[in-house]
């Protein structure tokens, strides 16, 4: 019985959503003519743009904030101590695959993003969408059921994903002390409420100025460590693109699996940048000045700076550093600590420690909007309440507890939301095409 549970979860959890990614990110990508590549630099300059105009309307999420939003959620500790669990499971030829998972996330997180916003609705003042409206607005009423499958899933999936597993990676850096970790849980539930009861415009207002300045100081510090080895990049670049296909030559033997290696880097960069979780699409269809034809192009932008970027400059600086990686075990954020200390000695600690604080933090929040969508569309106001006034409990609880379990029950939602969103991708995907090629067909089905 055991045996056959574990395989259900390994199957919903990994195999099955892996396969859905795979299929539906190589089916958009070569039908779409490898869009994602093309318009980059359009992404690039959206985002400046953006920036430079700086658009303010007060309560709403703007297309930049909703952006940083999704960013905040996206850019978490799982791109530090996530990366150095994948490299010590799978060796550096994570990365590679890392970097494949990427490539075909920028389509599928344009196209679910793309989809939210063509199909979202509007609650009085205040658009709302995501992967459940644009199933329940457009798919036959046979399918209508995958929404709600969706945001039941999400629900568990913001409090175990976004919180529970970001507080207790972020606080660990900090102490081990219970104590210390009460405290700092909660302070992260009093910020957490202030913030989120603020509603979407004030996350937005959050993450807009936090995620830009945290990701900058972390890329300097990386990209440091990778210059005063930049002696060894080659060899460092040889082991992630050797390791991909034979990793037991880069390990000593100790991991021999090509397959998992495969699984390690694609599933840690899927996690990490989120695309096909549709959790995106929901912060991008809350900006009241979200237009379908451009808004994708923030998310081929955000898949690029947080795994093509982070996750990469992360795996760079423990391979540049020559840190001992003991392939026997997951390593977690401490691994990242030691490769910082061998050129910034123990402040290097502490500046890890904050960084950390921070993106689980902008995570937190960033997850916090999801929560409350999935909240609403299920209970309407009342569960959004209920949903505002137990989410921050769920800051103490990962500040102080033993997270192992909360990790399997993010996996295995984080799965089930895959399987909802992913096959409403492909059923909507002429759709899609349709709006990419300047063919706008947006209309909703009774």
């Given at each position: 019985?055991?045996?056959?549970?574990?395989?259900?979860?390994?199957?919903?959890?990994?195999?099955?959503?892996?396969?859905?990614?795979?299929?539906?990110?190589?089916?958009?990508?070569?039908?779409?003519?490898?869009?994602?590549?093309?318009?980059?630099?359009?992404?690039?300059?959206?985002?400046?743009?953006?920036?430079?105009?700086?658009?303010?309307?007060?309560?709403?999420?703007?297309?930049?904030?909703?952006?940083?939003?999704?960013?905040?959620?996206?850019?978490?500790?799982?791109?530090?101590?996530?990366?150095?669990?994948?490299?010590?499971?799978?060796?550096?030829?994570?990365?590679?695959?890392?970097?494949?998972?990427?490539?075909?996330?920028?389509?599928?997180?344009?196209?679910?993003?793309?989809?939210?916003?063509?199909?979202?609705?509007?609650?009085?003042?205040?658009?709302?969408?995501?992967?459940?409206?644009?199933?329940?607005?457009?798919?036959?009423?046979?399918?209508?059921?995958?929404?709600?499958?969706?945001?039941?899933?999400?629900i568990p999936a913001t409090f175990c994903t976004g919180n529970i597993t970001q507080c207790n990676a972020a606080i660990s850096t900090v102490s081990q002390n219970f104590y210390v970790k009460l405290f700092l849980g909660l302070f992260f539930a009093v910020l957490t409420y202030i913030v989120?009861?603020?509603?979407?415009?004030?996350?937005?207002?959050?993450?807009?100025?936090?995620?830009?300045?945290?990701?900058?100081?972390?890329?300097?510090?990386?990209?440091?460590?990778?210059?005063?080895?930049?002696?060894?990049?080659?060899?460092?670049?040889?082991?992630?693109?050797k390791g991909a296909f034979c990793p037991q030559a880069v390990t000593g033997g100790v991991v021999g699996s090509v397959l998992s290696c495969v699984i390690s880097g694609v599933s840690r960069g899927i996690f990490s940048n989120e695309a096909g979780l549709g959790t995106s699409a929901m912060?991008?269809?809350?900006?009241?000045?979200?237009?379908?034809?451009?808004?994708?192009?923030?998310?081929?932008?955000?898949?690029?700076?947080?795994?093509?970027?982070?996750?990469?400059?992360?795996?760079?600086?423990?391979?540049?550093?020559?840190?001992?990686?003991?392939?026997?075990?997951?390593?977690?954020?401490?691994?990242?600590?030691?490769?910082?200390?061998?050129?910034?000695?123990?402040?290097?600690?502490?500046?890890?420690?904050?960084?950390?604080?921070?993106?689980?933090?902008?995570?937190?929040?960033?997850?916090?909007?999801?929560?409350?969508?999935?909240?609403?569309?299920?209970?309407?106001?009342?569960?959004?309440?209920?949903?505002?006034?137990?989410?921050?409990?769920?800051?103490?609880?990962?500040?102080?507890?033993?997270?192992?379990?909360?990790?399997?029950?993010?996996?295995?939602?984080?799965?089930?939301?895959?399987?909802?969103?992913?096959?409403?991708?492909?059923?909507?995907?002429?759709?899609?095409?349709?709006?990419?090629?300047?063919?706008?067909?947006?209309?909703?089905?009774?």
């Open positions: 019985m055991k045996e056959t549970l574990v395989f259900i979860q390994n199957l919903l959890s990994y195999y099955f959503p892996l396969v859905l990614l795979v299929i539906c990110g190589i089916y958009i990508t070569v039908k779409g003519g490898f869009f994602q590549f093309k318009k980059f630099p359009q992404s690039v300059k959206i985002i400046f743009k953006a920036i430079s105009a700086r658009k303010r309307k007060d309560g709403k999420l703007t297309s930049l904030q909703s952006a940083c939003t999704a960013l905040a959620a996206t850019v978490g500790t799982g791109n530090i101590a996530g990366v150095a669990g994948a490299v010590s499971i799978g060796g550096a030829g994570a990365i590679f695959w890392m970097w494949i998972s990427a490539f075909l996330g920028m389509a599928i997180k344009y196209a679910e993003i793309t989809l939210a916003v063509a199909y979202r609705d509007k609650n009085g003042s205040e658009y709302i969408g995501g992967p459940m409206y644009y199933i329940k607005n457009r798919l036959p009423k046979n399918l209508k059921f995958l929404s709600t499958v969706f945001a039941v899933a999400g989120i009861f603020g509603g979407s415009g004030r996350i937005g207002l959050v993450t807009e100025k936090t995620v830009p300045v945290m990701s900058v100081i972390y890329t300097i510090l990386t990209v440091t460590i990778i210059t005063l080895n930049i002696d060894f990049l080659p060899s460092a670049v040889k082991m992630i693109i912060a991008h269809s809350s900006a009241y000045d979200a237009d379908c034809n451009t808004q994708g192009l923030f998310g081929i932008f955000e898949v690029f700076v947080d795994t093509i970027l982070i996750c990469t400059l992360t795996g760079l600086t423990i391979l540049c550093s020559r840190v001992n990686i003991d392939y026997t075990e997951i390593a977690s954020a401490e691994l990242v600590g030691k490769a910082l200390s061998e050129e910034f000695g123990s402040i290097s600690y502490a500046a890890l420690s904050v960084m950390m604080c921070f993106f689980g933090f902008s995570s937190v929040i960033g997850w916090a909007l999801y929560g409350n969508i999935c909240s609403s569309f299920l209970l309407g106001r009342p569960g959004k309440t209920i949903f505002l006034c137990i989410y921050p409990l769920g800051c103490i609880f990962g500040a102080v507890a033993s997270v192992e379990t909360a990790w399997k029950i993010s996996e295995f939602f984080n799965g089930i939301m895959l399987c909802a969103s992913l096959p409403a991708i492909l059923l909507l995907s002429d759709d899609f095409f349709n709006i990419l090629r300047g063919k706008k067909n947006v209309q909703k089905k009774d």
